[in-house]
């Protein structure tokens, strides 16, 4: 059975109670660690072997998208999914752009919790309707394709659309028929065109212009 390792990260301890004992009804999830403080989340990562965090954005000592930011920098292959009281367009996109995969609120249901974290752990980025909302609102694919970023051709539209749904370099050349080479090439060349910087933010721009929807 596939298990995934999760770093649970709030500053409220009778939070993160709670999230244990949801979380403990699911076989294949398992808690390896808690953290009160961004900095505490950050060495939390650094002892265990983590595979997910579900965090908080509101930290005492720093705010969960710097957190963000260094846990990426240190092991990119951890999965950060964002639960907070905070629904805010700006505090999405900020999130998903340090490196966040997913954004749900607090008051979310249990299933909707556990499907985040499956979901994330696979590598599918996930976002509760509202985020959706903030997301897609005002990106329709004509409105982003008459903007002057340079067109893509239809191979880095499928190399985009692949690399957004999560699947990693050697499954999209498989997809395509090509040399992994190849898709680290056209990689380069979408964040060069679009000017982005890491894969968090070309799922990002492939959700807003309809190329993908996350349910």
């Known amino acids: 059975m596939m298990c995934i390792n999760v770093l649970l990260a709030d500053d409220h301890k009778i939070m993160r109670e709670g999230l244990i004992a949801l979380l403990d009804d699911e076989a294949e999830i398992h808690v390896v660690a808690q953290a009160g403080t961004g900095a505490e989340a950050i060495e939390k990562v650094t002892e ?39 629904m805010d367009k700006d505090c999405v996109f900020e999130s998903l752009e340090s490196g966040a995969r997913g954004y749900l609120a607090k008051d979310c249901a249990a299933e909707e919790l556990v499907t985040a974290i499956r979901l994330i752990h696979e590598g599918k980025p996930y976002l509760c309707t509202s985020a959706q909302e903030f997301v897609i609102q005002g990106f329709t694919p004509s409105s982003v394709a008459a903007r002057s970023k340079p067109p893509l051709s239809k191979r880095e539209m499928e190399v985009l659309k692949l690399t957004a749904e999560g ?4 499954e999209i050349a498989f997809k395509l028929g090509v040399s992994r080479k190849m898709i680290e090439i056209h990689r380069m060349s979408l964040r060069k065109k679009l000017g982005l910087k890491n894969i968090a933010q070309l799922t990002t721009y492939a959700v807003r212009i309809g190329l993908i929807s996350i349910d």
Do not use: A, W, Y
Request: hydrophobic share 50%.
């Open 48 to 86: 265990h072997e983590v595979d997910v965090v579900v965090m908080d954005l509101s930290l005492p000592d720093m705010g969960g998208i710097e957190v963000t930011r260094r846990i990426m920098k240190l092991n990119p292959r951890i999965r950060i999914l964002i639960l907070s009281m905070l």
């Open 167 to 170: 699947f990693n370099t050697k």
